[in-house]
Nanobody, 125 residues
Framework: QVQLVESGGGLVQPGGSLRLSCEASGRSLDRYAVGWFRQAPGKEREAVSSISNSDGSTHYSDSVKGRFIISRDNSKNLVYLQMNSLKPEDTAVYYC??????????????????WGQGTQVAVSS
């Protein structure tokens, strides 16, 4: 089993940047596809970005494409989500999820097997 811990959230002004980290323990992350999801109050969890465990391809939702960048450092067992040009509507709890299944798409919540506890991102002036 793999354990995940997200970090890097916080309060930022509109237009600012944050970098979230997803750290894995218990298993090597290089065999896992990793997805970032977010959940705003009163809303369902939605997929934001993913990185493949086969071809390294990255995928983004339309709402963050061009602003967010997902990357991984397998040597450190970390996956990052660089978030730029943040908007108030990006405010949410951000979660990372992983799966050993072949994943070459953004995916949905059901596609991922293990989750972290989440990190809060608030974008406000």
């Amino acid at each position: 089993q793999v354990q995940l811990v997200e970090s890097g959230g916080g309060l930022v002004q509109p237009g600012g940047s944050l970098r979230l980290s997803c750290e894995a323990s218990g298993r090597s992350l290089d065999r896992y596809a990793v997805g970032w999801f977010r959940q705003a109050p009163g809303k369902e969890r939605e997929a934001v970005s993913s990185i493949s465990n086969s071809d390294g391809s990255t995928h983004y939702s339309d709402s963050v494409k061009g602003r967010f960048i997902i990357s991984r450092d397998n040597s450190k067992n970390l996956v990052y989500l660089q978030m730029n040009s943040l908007k108030p509507e990006d405010t949410a709890v951000y979660y990372c999820g992983v799966t050993r299944a072949l994943m070459e798409k953004l995916g949905s919540e059901d596609d991922y097997d293990y989750w972290g506890q989440g990190t809060q991102v608030a974008v406000s002036s």
